[in-house]
């Protein structure tokens, strides 16, 4: 099993930034994917960003050029810089982690981000 724990949420005025962490811990296989999905009421869980143990990134449309996710292996860390954030950002924004063997897939428990107008 693989526990993910997030930190970083919280208030901050459009145009402002936030840094959400997340660290793994478990059995955490070298060879996986970690990301961050998030929700707002009323919607889907959509794919923020994820980062493969390699390196390779991929972004929501939404994001890009004001979102950067990063990550560090030694600790099973990943990491996202959210820069000029906007009102319509504001959701729980999930950790996930990918294993591939066997594929499963696991979810922290969200950490909520509000941009206020």
């Known amino acids: 099993q693989v526990q993910l724990v997030e930190s970083g949420g919280g208030l901050v005025q459009a145009g402002g930034s936030l840094r959400l962490s997340c660290a793994a811990s478990?059995?955490?296989?070298?060879?996986?994917?970690m990301g961050w999905y998030r929700q707002a009421p009323g919607s889907e869980r959509d794919l923020v960003a994820r980062?493969?143990?390699?390196?390779?990134?991929t972004y929501a449309d939404s994001v890009k050029g004001r979102f950067a996710i990063s990550r560090d292996n030694a600790k099973n860390t990943v990491y996202l810089q959210m820069n000029d954030l906007k009102p319509e950002d504001t959701a729980v924004y999930y950790c996930t982690l990918r294993s591939f063997q066997p594929l499963k897939d696991y979810w922290g428990q969200g950490t909520q981000v509000t941009v206020s107008s």
């Open positions: 478990g059995r955490v296989l070298s060879i996986n994917t």
């Open positions: 980062i493969s143990s390699g390196g390779s990134t």
